[in-house]
């Protein structure tokens, strides 16, 4: 089993009311894990959001607490309800209207990776599923509403943005439409997640870096920006998804000779949303 279901880094004084976080870019792949599936240990990680971590570790210099998931995404998405449980893959599981997360065998536990490419060769028992989910989802999903009342708390509203990254081809739509293509997709459920001002600064802050910025399309965000997003108590969150191709090689899954700018450019991304709201006068002390 992957070591730790999360890490927290934690900023020396807690001055910013955003909290950023990494649910895909675990890579903790166990042998007892790796031994059960039919994929290589390269192939394996094709849906990781690799080096997203490292893309925005520099959260806590700028007052905001960084959580980042231990356990990979082939293993468990923290990015899925955990009822989201895939017939096709565990044992004693009924099928239940139509999910198309599940369907394409993207439930809580995944069938896939990248690609459609199976990970097991049968099905898992239920009690492993079970497992999983108590071990390494539920912990995540309780440090990260913990984190976030704590930032309302202290300052009277929150902003999750919700780290992730995408498949160059993923845009190749939008390319296609005579559009530029965008380097960065926020996604706030189409307004449901996060009020507007907030979505319009954070976009303000990628752009001002150099990046080319759309919204909600093809991603408006998952289970994290709607279970979390609360606009009307001041609970927001923003899924931000960038093009893997422009800091990384996705066939060798390694960082590409453009890593360290991108690293770079995100800083002044990472400085100006962990302002939000700084203007506000905080509820509490720290």
Request: hydrophobic residues 40%; aromatic residues 8%; charged residues 25%.
């Given at each position: ?179 530029r293509r965008p380097d960065v997709v926020l996604g706030d459920r189409f307004g449901a997640a996060a009020g507007g001002e ?89």
């Open positions: 089993m992957p070591k730790f279901a999360y890490e927290v880094l934690h900023p020396d004084h807690h001055t910013s009311c955003v909290v950023f976080a990494s649910p895909h870019s675990g890579r903790d792949y166990p042998w007892s894990f790796l031994r059960k599936t039919v994929l290589d240990e390269h192939t394996i990680r094709s849906s990781e959001d690799a080096f997203v971590d490292q893309l925005f570790d520099c959260a806590p210099k700028y007052g905001a607490s960084f959580l980042k998931a231990g356990a990979p995404r082939a293993f468990i998405d923290l990015n899925r309800s955990a009822d989201e449980l895939d017939p096709a893959l565990i044992e004693g599981v009924r099928k239940s209207g139509h999910n198309p997360r599940i369907a394409s065998g993207l439930g809580v536990v995944p069938r896939v990776v990248a690609n459609g490419r199976s990970i097991y060769r049968g099905k898992i028992p239920l009690a492993e599923a079970h497992q999983r989910i108590d071990r390494y989802w539920r912990p995540y999903h309780t440090q990260l509403q913990k984190m976030l009342d704590a930032a309302h708390q202290r300052h009277g509203q929150t902003v999750l943005i919700d780290c992730h990254s995408m498949p160059h081809e993923a845009m190749d739509g939008v390319a296609r439409g005579g559009m907030i979505v319009d600064r954070i976009e303000a802050a990628f752009a001002s870096a150099g990046f080319i910025v759309t919204r909600n399309a093809p991603f408006a965000g998952a289970y994290i920006t709607q279970a979390y997003g609360r606009p009307s108590r001041a609970q927001h969150a923003v899924q931000v998804e960038i093009d893997r191709s422009i800091y990384m090689n996705e066939q060798l899954i390694r960082p590409n000779g453009s890593f360290d700018d991108v690293r770079k450019a995100l800083r002044t991304v990472v400085a100006e949303v962990a302002s939000i709201g700084q203007d506000r006068v905080p509820l509490a002390a720290e």
